[in-house]
């Protein structure tokens, strides 16, 4: 028989792993303005718009945008 993870150690796992990923951090994307890499500004945070969006920005430009997520 499979033993299964209780609830509460997967939670606290996870919580883990999102406090480090949700550091910004950068994408491989080409920021429009200037051609360095973009960064996801938040990225535990995706916009419920349609479709769905992620913040970026650009620390060599400033540019603020957003992509696809």
Known sequence: MKTLKPLEKHNAE??????KSNDPHPNGIAC???GKELW??????TL????PQKNV????????GY???
Request: charged share 25%; with cysteine.
């Open 57 to 64: 920005h650009c620390p060599a430009c400033k540019y603020v």
């Open 67 to 69: 992509r696809v997520a």
């Open 40 to 45: 996801d500004s938040d990225p535990g945070t």
């Open 14 to 19: 996870r919580a883990n792993t999102y406090k």
């Open 32 to 34: 429009p303005k200037c």
């Open 48 to 51: 419920t718009s349609s479709p």
